[in-house]
């Protein structure tokens, strides 16, 4: 069975600190990857997705960045955190198209920089 | 623009019916999905709509009319688990998911 990880599941990091969180998917192969951000009592924003290595497609332009070094494989990184970084951090895959109707996430990382 | 609009909080009491409702404007439609989430964790995929109509899973369905850009998710037998944001979420054109804020529901002994 497919199954996803994410990782650190939360930390503190001052302003000015670098980010980096990482996600893999097992059990599949080609998956789809998705980055997203959740601000308390709001929608999820897409960051980033990814439909195969190296291929990163941007959805906001902001001081994030997201790298596809493997398959399954994916990480979020920021040189520079902002106070406005804070936020939960989700991962997600789907097969291509969709297929099965369904977005797979993992289990966040809650992020607060101070 | 694209826009989901969806009740900002809902408070129901254990053992009723509760219906949440969705609508939505966007470029192109290819379904749409409801999910769970409890505070504090990932969004748990509950259902998906892509015809018009019914579908019922358990104690909660979903219902869809593309005419309208309109859906709810209805859940029978209210129990305190229930208590979460439910999410709704459209698949547009492009197959890029736009999501609403999320309907916080307070279930109510």
């Known amino acids: 069975s497919q199954t996803i990880h994410q990782w650190p599941a939360t930390l503190v990091q001052p302003v000015g600190s670098p980010l980096s969180l990482e996600c893999t998917v097992e059990?599949?192969?080609?998956?789809?990857l998705y980055w997203y951000r959740q601000a308390a009592g709001r929608g999820l924003q897409l960051l980033f997705y990814?439909?195969?290595?190296?291929?990163i497609s941007s959805e906001v332009p902001q001081n994030l960045s997201a790298s596809r070094p493997q398959d399954r494989q994916f990480i979020l990184s920021s040189k520079k955190l902002l106070l406005s970084d804070s936020g939960f951090y989700l991962c997600a895959w789907t097969d291509r198209g969709f297929d099965t109707g369904e977005l797979f996430f993992g289990e966040g990382s809650r992020l607060t920089v101070l | 623009g694209q826009n989901i609009d969806q009740p900002t909080e809902m408070t129901a009491t254990e053992g009723a019916i509760v219906q949440i409702n969705c609508t939505y404007q966007?470029?192109?439609?290819?379904?749409l999905f409801w999910y769970q989430q409890h505070a504090g964790e990932a969004p748990t995929f509950l259902s998906y709509n892509v015809l018009d109509g019914l579908e019922e899973k358990g104690r909660f369905s979903s219902f869809l009319s593309r005419s309208k850009g309109y859906s709810y998710l209805l859940l029978k037998e209210l129990q305190m688990k229930d208590s979460a944001s439910y999410l709704c979420?459209?698949?547009?054109?492009?197959?890029?998911?736009?999501w609403g804020a999320g309907t916080k529901l307070i279930i109510k002994p």
């Open positions: 966007t470029s192109g439609f290819n379904g």
């Open positions: 059990g599949t192969s080609n998956p789809n």
């Open positions: 990814s439909v195969g290595i190296g291929q």
């Open positions: 979420a459209v698949l547009d054109s492009n197959y890029q998911l736009i």
